[in-house]
């Protein structure tokens, strides 16, 4: 099967240990008013909550309902994953008002990485599905391994309600990493070295391997990555992709300020129609420190600003957005989840 994650409980699985975070869920103190360790995403004209606390019978963790249709998101921080890895969570949605389609519902979900914080995926699939929900239950468990794919070095566990509106609690998750286990013996004979790789130049279908800095590319971009073009001061960047892709174009960092206008354009011309709830091209902000660190501390690298999910969607955005506390640099980028189109956006510090 494709996507972004084998999932699988094959017995011929690596044995492995090793706890790489416990989430208790139980206080506040995450990004976004999520629970600790945990980051509260609300896109634009959602109608969600989340908090942490008191879940009854017992139970303490984190509730997020969801009242209207919209793709909030509670997700972990991002935490070391590659190769394998284990997440357990227990859970229950004591809620929940589903579509008619056998996709909508709770989605409990993984989204692998790189180490840019781009998404590690097939064109079509930008998470692997663990669990989907659309009945009220009580407490259960969820369990998977998974196989990670190349590139990945970090991961998150998400819980989204698609097409869908209700409450889920999750009272605590792990995410633990692989130590496979070696066979005692004697070691194996040395190998002749591999021959050199042959380089080769990619298919014009193939998608990038992370984010293009677009500004600081100093040989024209290759044929597998959109054409773009960015003000190497960082007040301007424009992406076209005439067919669609997966990937990240971004400008130059810039100094940060408090505060950033940013005004565009965003011509969708062909989505994946098979996943409405995602498809299509994001702004993103991304902000660093004065050590290279990356804000808000603790959560994904990036902050959504704007969505165009739908061709029909005016394509003129104008949005204002708030640089996190100590920012020292910035810099935006359009993501495209299967999307085909056009950005030009250009941003201006009050």
């Known amino acids: 099967m494709t996507g972004i994650l084998l999932l699988t409980t094959a017995l011929a699985a690596p044995a492995f240990e090793g706890e790489i975070r416990t989430y208790e869920l139980d206080e506040p103190g995450g990004a976004g008013g999520a629970p600790q360790g945990m980051v509260f995403v609300l896109p634009p004209d959602a109608d969600a909550a989340v908090q942490a606390g008191d879940l009854g019978d017992g139970a303490r963790g984190a509730r997020l309902a969801v009242r209207r249709h919209s793709d909030a998101l509670l997700c972990t921080t991002a935490v070391p994953m590659g190769g394998v890895a284990m997440v357990k969570a ?199 420190d004065a050590g290279g660190m990356a804000l808000p501390a603790g959560a994904p690298p990036f902050v959504p600003v704007f969505a165009a999910t739908a061709a029909a969607m005016d394509p003129h955005f104008v949005v204002r957005h708030r640089a996190p506390p100590r920012a020292a640099r910035s810099r935006l980028c359009a993501r495209y989840a299967s999307a085909a189109g056009s950005v030009t956006i250009h941003w201006a510090q009050p």
């Open 90 to 288: 227990r859970l229950r949605v004591p809620a929940v008002e589903a579509g008619a389609r056998p996709w909508t519902g709770m989605n409990v979900e993984v989204r692998a990485r790189d180490d840019s914080g781009t998404l590690v995926s097939a064109p079509d699939a930008p998470y692997a599905l663990l669990r989907n929900v659309r009945s009220p239950g009580d407490w259960t468990d969820v369990t998977q391994r998974l196989f990670l794919p190349s590139g990945t070095t970090q991961g998150e566990l998400c819980f989204r309600f698609v097409l869908a509106t209700g409450v889920v609690e999750i009272d605590r998750i792990q995410i633990v990493a692989p130590k496979p286990v070696t066979p005692a013996g004697p070691a194996p004979a040395p190998t002749a070295p591999p021959a050199p790789a042959v380089l080769t130049t990619p298919a014009e279908t193939s998608p990038p391997a992370g984010a293009v800095d677009v500004a600081d590319v100093a040989a024209p971009i290759m044929p597998a990555t959109p054409s773009a073009d960015a003000d190497r001061r960082g007040r301007q960047l424009a992406v076209s992709a005439p067919e669609a892709w997966s990937g990240a174009a971004c400008s130059a960092w810039f100094p940060s300020r408090r505060n950033l206008r940013i005004e565009g354009d965003i011509s969708l011309t062909a989505l994946t129609a098979s996943a409405p709830d995602w498809s299509g091209i994001v702004i993103e902000a991304y902000h660093q």
